[in-house]
């Protein structure tokens, strides 16, 4: 137990939609974290399929570098799109 | 033994074992190893009492003499019980309690299997809907046979050991008695012959695989679950699941 490692836990709620991270799991392997993930994150019927990870195979961007990586685009508004008119017949996008 | 009475005590026999193995590991809750295990372990545990539930339903029904599934459960006496002796054994250390449940799943998937196309309408609906649940189970422990089997020092002898304690109750999995050859007969149960044969060829499989060594086939092997001779566990079993229920009969308010 104390040698178990973690995996990141990525579940299908529907076909055709994306996998979601919904959280952890310790286990020996990853035969074992699928087990494990499908006994905590999918028994009230929230999946189709899933996807575990170990989580040390996740580069994932440090919090001190947040404001170089994400404050450049608080200003530009005019990435988002809307300023278009849209269609009626587009609905919803 | 009319064909009434012997479906009545097939029925019990898959109603009791799945609940008293149900009852048993929920013993673990709170207590397992780790928290992943603990969800996996009463998961497995609400899935029996489920399956057992559905088959006292049935079971009430066919009695017909009033008592309902929770009657049947909480008011009965150790010599009512039909369960599996192995079902009723303690968890002991992690090792047993998944050997205990390798060796239940094992014997379960085949029975369901089978039941899944038992002649009986009812009896093959509730077995589809077990078996899939059985097939987890059965993935499940089989692993943990397999990883503490195939891991450490410790954890194969412990494996070992826990195949050792639990082989003297596998027998009256595979032997059939007048009641499973009724139900045979009826084309309701499985083959005996079949079954005894897959159980083994899995169990041997698995063991194998785990570099564990079975028991040996002519070994000595406690009998009577199914007639209602129990080990001593299955009076304290009860004690602890039938308290209440006893203590306050028919009570609707707690």
């Known amino acids: 137990m104390a040698e178990w490692s973690l995996f990141e836990v990525f579940v299908r709620s529907k076909h055709g939609l994306n996998h979601k991270h919904v959280g952890s ?29 170990p989580s040390n195979s996740i580069t994932a961007s440090a919090s001190d570098e947040k404001e170089v990586l994400f404050d450049p685009s608080d200003d530009k508004v005019y990435r988002h799109a809307s300023f278009y008119q849209l269609p009626d017949e587009v609905g919803h996008m | ?19 008293i193995l149900g009852q048993r590991l929920c013993e673990l ?9 603990e969800m996996a372990l009463m998961n497995t545990a609400l899935d029996l009492i489920g399956q ?15 008592r309902d599934p929770d009657k049947l459960v909480f008011r009965r006496d150790a010599h009512d019980y039909r369960n599996l002796l192995l079902t009723e054994q303690p968890n002991e250390d992690f090792a047993v309690t998944m050997g205990r449940q390798f060796f239940f799943d094992v014997w379960h998937y085949f029975t369901l299997n089978s039941l899944a196309r038992s002649s009986d309408e009812r009896i093959a609906g509730i077995a589809s809907k077990a078996l899939k649940e059985a097939t987890y189970h059965l993935r499940r422990s089989s692993e943990w046979v397999k990883r503490l089997g195939d891991g450490t020092e410790e954890s194969h002898r412990r494996m070992q050991d826990a195949v050792d304690i639990l082989w003297r109750f596998t027998g009256e999995l595979i032997t059939p008695d007048d009641t499973d050859h009724a139900m045979a007969e009826a084309g309701i149960g499985p083959d005996p012959e079949p079954l005894a044969q897959d159980w083994r060829g899995m169990v041997n499989e698995v063991l194998t695989q785990a570099t564990l060594t079975p028991g040996a086939e002519d070994a000595w092997m406690y009998m009577g679950g199914k007639h209602g001779e129990h080990t001593e566990h299955l009076g304290f079993i009860l004690a602890e699941m039938q308290f209440l229920q006893r203590a306050y009969p028919d009570a609707t308010t707690w």
Do not use: F
């Open chain 2, 29 to 37: 809750c709170g207590k397992a190893p780790a928290l992943e295990e």
């Open chain 2, 52 to 66: 057992a539930r559905n088959w006292y339903e049935y079971v009430a029904e066919l009695i017909d003499d009033g």
């Open chain 2, 1 to 19: 033994m009319t064909q009434t009475q012997a479906l009545q005590e097939y029925l019990l026999r898959l109603a009791d074992s799945d609940m």
């Open chain 1, 25 to 53: 799991v310790h286990a020996a392997d990853a035969e074992m974290a699928m087990e494990n993930a499908r006994d905590l994150y999918t028994r009230r019927n929230e999946g189709v399929s899933i996807w575990v990870v």
